[in-house]
């Protein structure tokens, strides 16, 4: 059995989240803030603040650019519900931009016809760890009052080989879920370089209250300044963070090795199209592209026939979603290069303790399947 994703929990980790339990500390302690420390000096951000979620972090980034009802918000069509659903808690309208089919992220060439005097906001996705075309984007952005959104749910140790994702916009998003390359079980963060949006986040995240519980003089000195969430992280969950972000430099790399591992096995395969191979992708997951459908399903039955754990980013278009096709019921020719992504699109494991055997066994299911 070859699992779909596998977490660095190590003993270390286990021993502090012991600790921590133990103590009754529980939340609000050393450990969140080391973790906040440790994600501004790894991306390079001056600003971080942890979060129960990717989702909560989309949503509160929406919340403190004030998006309401009336705003149109520019998504990519292929990404997670959670890109989109963040603009709709707020009020405001998804406005689903198609794909490049061989990048899986937004087609930069679309959003020029997309923008319109409602347009408030776009949230890029780093599709599997790569990174949207910002410096395109920023140009077309120039002198207009847009703000960038990044959902880094996937883009963690993603780089243009000079800036980390998340700095390029107002707000990077990430996620720690357990498939992702670090994972405090549920979890996200926020990163920015903005002090007002930082403290914006900040209130929000935790009741709209205006002093945190370590900024407090006395018990219970504080005012509720606006409406706001309970989306903080615990602080067992930020030492499983602080504590995998301290080796991630480690795993990034094997997680590199690993894809070009998958690229050298299967670049003459036919069958196969890859992505670009690239020092500066994190590879959440390793993503292949079948030329077809039937292969792609042919694939995936060879796949739970040998016990190989493999996944889909995104099986389905997010305009064909139930939910925002009834309430937005768009054509089908406005996300064309989606819907084929979803078709065709298959997420291979890549995790640090994947052998180079499992991955040359991956590759032979893939490339033994006839055209
Ligand atoms: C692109 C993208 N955005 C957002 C999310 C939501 O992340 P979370 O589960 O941390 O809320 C995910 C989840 O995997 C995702 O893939």
Redesign the pocket.
Known sequence: MIKFSKANIDNKIIKNVNQILRSGWLTHGKFSKKFENEIKKYTGAKYCTLV???????HLSCLALKLKKGDEVIVPAM?????AH?VEYTGAKPIFADINFQSGNIDINLIKRLINRKTKAIVV?H?AGRLCLMDELKKILKDKKIHIIE?C??GLGTTDSYKHSGNFGVAG?????P??QVTTG???AIITNNSEFYKKVKILKAFGIDKDINERKKPGEYDVKSLGFNYRMTDFQAAMGFLQLKKYSINLRRRQYIAKKYHDLLMNNKNVILPRYSKNDSY?VFQILLRNKKLKNRLMKKFKKNKVGVSV??GTALPEMSFYKKKYNLPKKNFINSKKYAEKVISLPVYPKLSDKNIKYICSIINSLSS
């Open positions: 129960s979620s990717c989702t909560a972090a989309l990404t997670h519900t959670a890109t963040a996705v599709m959902d749910a996937h998003c990430f996620s720690f879920y498939t992702k549920e979890g996200g959440f980013h995104y």
